[in-house]
């Protein structure tokens, strides 16, 4: 399992909620998630909530529903399924030297 590294210089305040909105709709594609919903969960305004939800909508990572509800954007499936198709790759090339590292010398 993979540790969370630690910053090593200053972060952004407005970044982390922002990231925490993010992971706050996560399963919530279908229904989304309402303001008043995000801003218990996080104990955060729904002012905040709000400015946290327009700033990932500005930059495609979420959408607001029919219903009124925020939920996440295929953005984040597309993001997801590039990263999967690297590791993947990855783990091909480990196997191709593996083989060649085992392989008898000639």
Not at 48 to 60: M, P, V, Y
Not at 73 to 87: G, N
Request: hydrophobic fraction near 35%; aromatic fraction near 2%; include cysteine.
């Amino acid at each position: 399992m993979n540790t969370p590294s630690k910053p090593t210089g200053r972060t952004s305040n407005s970044g982390g909620r922002v990231l925490r909105v993010m992971a706050a709709l996560q399963g919530r594609t279908l229904s989304g998630v309402s303001n008043g919903e995000l801003a218990k969960a996080l104990g955060e305004s729904t002012a905040t909530i709000n400015r946290c939800c327009n700033t990932l909508i500005a930059e495609g990572y979420a959408q607001k529903l029919d219903n009124g509800n925020f939920c996440l954007s295929i953005k984040l499936l597309q993001i997801a399924q590039a990263h999967s198709t690297e590791f993947a790759r990855m783990q091909d090339r480990m196997g191709e030297i593996n083989q060649r590292v085992l392989a008898p010398s000639r």
